[in-house]
């Protein structure tokens, strides 16, 4: 089974995972909220970033020790430790909205001119807005002992069940956006992560990593097409066009087009290897 995707430490393990792992103990999972605007999903209590989670994720937590929860998403069910200090065990409120911007903020105080203590929110964080007035949505920020209203500006927003028609363009909104490796925010993102963001945002199921990617989605037939998806060892690319992708990259240090042509020669020539497969995703369909 693999580890990512598999809620055991060996010692504690998930309920549902019974008859299927070996563990002490097997555990409901509790649902807790990520507080933080952006934290890391570790590969263990003291290990490297494997993903990134959003204020307003779930992570379903199934073991807690030394001030580390271990538990897995809600999103893709990947696994992995978070802080403990950076997740909310009792949310007041469910999330409502999302930012479908690339980048927005939070502030203490409504209006363009009004000073205020900003906080920067990603594309993809999840909010509880409470009331909206002079394109201004109040929302309740939630940190544990204390909630405070602060406010987004509201063409930021879109309702939590609203469903963009494409990918490619939800992808074209990061361009620009810092590479990160692991990273899942447009404040730093990787290949899988933009990939992810972009199918999540048309309601189509898609694992974090590029090679989940690669094994999820269908073959594609025929000249690429916009929101095709190119894989290499360890990379994938979104098609905007029959001669352009997408991607976040080292190369760029950023989200950037590029030329496929160009981009297969040059990947070729520093030695990762040619594309690997051609797949379509179905927008909207379960992987």
């Known amino acids: 089974m693999d580890k990512r995707l598999t809620p055991s430490t060996g010692k504690v393990a998930a309920a549902f995972l019974r008859g299927q792992v070996t563990a002490d103990r097997f555990v409901e999972p509790t649902p807790y909220r990520v507080a933080m605007v952006v934290t890391d999903l570790?590969?263990?209590p003291q290990g490297s970033r494997e993903r990134q989670l959003l204020r307003g994720e779930v992570v379903n937590?199934?073991?807690?020790?030394?001030?580390?929860a271990f538990g897995y998403t809600e999103k893709d069910g990947y696994v992995g430790w978070v802080d403990i200090g950076d997740l909310l065990s009792h949310p007041k409120q469910t999330p409502t909205h999302s930012i479908a911007a690339a980048r927005s903020y939070a502030k203490t105080t409504p209006g363009l001119k009004t000073i205020g203590h900003v906080t920067p929110l990603s594309f993809g964080t999840r909010l509880v807005v409470l009331s909206e007035e002079d394109n201004w949505a109040r929302i309740a920020w939630d940190g544990g002992q204390i909630?405070?209203?602060?406010?987004?500006?509201s063409q930021h927003l879109a309702p939590i069940d609203h469903t963009e028609s494409d990918a490619a363009t939800v992808a074209e909104r990061l361009i620009g956006s810092p590479y990160l490796w692991g990273g899942n925010s447009s404040f730093g993102i990787d290949c899988s992560g933009l990939v992810q963001a972009a199918l999540l945002a048309c309601n189509t199921p898609c694992p974090g990593d590029s090679d989940l990617q690669e094994a999820a989605f269908p073959e594609a037939t025929g000249p690429y097409q916009r929101g095709d998806l190119l894989f290499w060892k360890g990379h994938v690319a979104m098609v905007t066009d029959a001669n352009t992708m997408i991607h976040a990259n080292a190369h760029h240090m950023a989200v950037a087009y590029?030329?496929?042509?160009?981009a297969i020669a040059r990947i070729q020539a520093q030695g990762d290897g040619s594309v690997t497969s051609h797949k379509r995703p179905i927008l909207g369909a379960s992987t």
């Open 42 to 44: 570790l590969s263990g």
């Open 61 to 68: 937590v199934v073991h807690t020790e030394n001030g580390m």
């Open 258 to 262: 590029e030329p496929i042509d160009a």
């Open 147 to 153: 909630t405070r209203d602060l406010y987004v500006p």
